[in-house]
């Protein structure tokens, strides 16, 4: 006969299954009255992230890009705690005071689940167009989120997929909600093991880009280079308090960095997908406010719990089919042009530029200023439609690896030794510091000839317009 302590494992742990890793698993309620990953991923909040798309505009471009924040989120915390478990020995030698090997591993598993949990609908363009209104983002959610709402739940967490915590150990929600975003919590010091954990959350080479790079490209159907996970994790680990790649590791760096920046360029940047953001930039603020109260969204948990893709596009919906005003059938017209793909902004020019050398002498350049300089080299027919000048930025590398915390150490084996330059060397191999893709778009058909014309004499001319970044 079986000895009941045999089978515990089974009652303690589900599977998810994850076209990426296989199974992901899920500590249970044992009804024990302790706490369990299960009641934290069955909460309305982390439950609403099934309704917000990973890719914002881009599942209109893409058709297969149907994908949730809910499903990465669990890979990002199936993610945390493989790193974590991998990185205990050398935190444990280098912070004596480093709190089990359970509850280490549950900290990052449970931030990792919980770093998008303040998006909201149409991910980081509701951050650009609704929340920086208010001074917020939605790491700044995030956090009051863990804080306000689920920090009994993770504080009554005892044990994570691999056992339980030491007795007395528990997660103080803190850490959860410090580890999970890059700024500090007001008033709060974390513990210095729980420091040296925090660029597997929010480094360069993190968890979350990890699984987003990987899970994006798989479901838009987008083929990248290999993404070696395994030999990331295999090669990383503390050294004098830090996290640190070996040398032998860099290759699969170069690897994930290249994936990530084509996915840029190619996906999350995609010429439709900036032409849909570009439309709807001048109703989205408007329209989400008929959803959520006027004021800080901090003061309004609730009503931004209900506030997702569905519940945005239900009353989009409403707005075309039953308009109550004028204004509101104006909203509805406008987005229709959208949900019909009747989009009226038409690609004219396009060009991409890199900076490799930091301190080249490039220039920033005001889109609106730019336009009004093509505008003036049109013919007099054209001058006045539509003209918008789209710059999209990415910065696939700091100016300085050693003064961004996002940037991890490299370990020379030769040398034995944190070699500073060489970081700086490695990087500058690997990626541009900055990328751009200028583009012009205009709402006439028949005038994206003269616009084009025009932007290629404006950036012919000496002056700031002929290199553009911002």
């Not at 515990?8 to 199974?23: Q, S």
């Not at 881009?58 to 809910?70: G, I, L």
């Not at 900290?107 to 920086?132: K, N, S, W, Y």
């Not at 709402?149 to 410090?178: C, K, Y």
Request: net charge negative.
């Amino acid at each position: 006969m079986l000895e009941m302590e045999s089978l515990d494992a089974y009652d303690a742990v589900n599977l998810l299954a994850d076209p990426l890793y296989g199974y992901c698993e899920i500590t249970k309620d044992l009804g024990d009255g302790s706490g369990s990953e299960e009641a934290i991923l069955d909460h309305p909040w982390l439950q609403r992230l099934r309704r917000i798309h990973q890719l914002q505009s881009a599942w209109w471009v893409f058709h297969t890009a149907e994908h949730s924040r809910f499903q990465h989120v669990v890979g990002v915390m199936h993610l945390s705690g493989g790193f974590a478990r991998h990185l205990y020995p050398g935190l444990r030698a280098a912070f004596p005071d480093t709190p089990s090997p359970a509850l280490v591993e549950e900290t990052m598993r449970i931030a990792g689940l919980c770093h998008d949990i303040g998006h909201g609908p149409f991910g980081h363009f509701f951050d650009q167009e609704v929340l920086t209104h208010q001074g917020l983002d939605h790491e700044m959610v995030g956090r009051a989120v863990v804080l306000e709402r689920l920090a009994d739940r993770i504080a009554s967490i005892r044990r994570s997929p691999v056992g339980a915590f030491a007795r007395g150990e528990a997660i103080d929600p803190r850490w959860v909600a410090w580890v999970m975003a890059p700024a500090d919590l007001p008033a709060f010091v974390p513990p210095a093991w729980l420091g040296a954990l925090k660029p597997v959350l929010c480094a360069l080479v993190s968890t979350d880009n990890l699984d987003y790079v990987r899970r994006d490209a798989y479901m838009c159907g987008v083929a990248v280079g290999p993404v070696d996970v395994a030999r990331l994790r295999h090669y990383l680990f503390i050294h004098d308090g830090m996290l640190v790649l070996h040398q032998h590791g860099s290759g699969a760096l170069a690897m994930f960095l290249n994936a990530r920046l084509f996915l840029y360029n190619n996906i999350y940047f995609h010429r439709t997908v900036r032409r849909i953001d570009l439309h709807l930039r001048p109703v989205f603020r408007e329209t989400v406010a008929r959803l959520l109260p006027p004021g800080n969204a901090l003061h309004h948990l609730d009503e931004y719990q209900e506030l997702t893709d569905w519940s945005l596009l239900a009353e989009v919906e409403r707005l075309q089919r039953a308009p109550r005003s004028r204004q509101e059938r104006r909203l509805g017209q406008h987005w229709a042009l959208v949900t019909s793909r009747e989009l009226p902004w038409q690609l004219a020019y396009e060009d991409y530029e890199e900076i490799t050398i930091p301190g080249s002498g490039l220039v920033r350049v005001d889109g609106r200023e730019l336009a009004e300089r093509i505008r003036s080299h049109m013919p007099r027919r054209w001058r006045s439609v539509g003209l918008e000048v789209d710059l999209a930025t990415t910065d696939p590398r700091p100016v300085n690896p050693f003064t961004d915390d996002r940037v991890l150490g490299l370990y020379d084996p030769i040398r034995r030794a944190l070699h500073r330059s060489g970081a700086v060397d490695l990087l500058t191999r690997l990626l541009p510091l900055r990328t751009t893709i200028l583009r012009v778009y205009t709402d006439h058909p028949d005038a994206r000839d003269a616009v084009r014309v025009a932007t290629e004499r404006v950036r012919a001319e000496p002056g700031p317009a002929t290199e553009v970044t911002q």
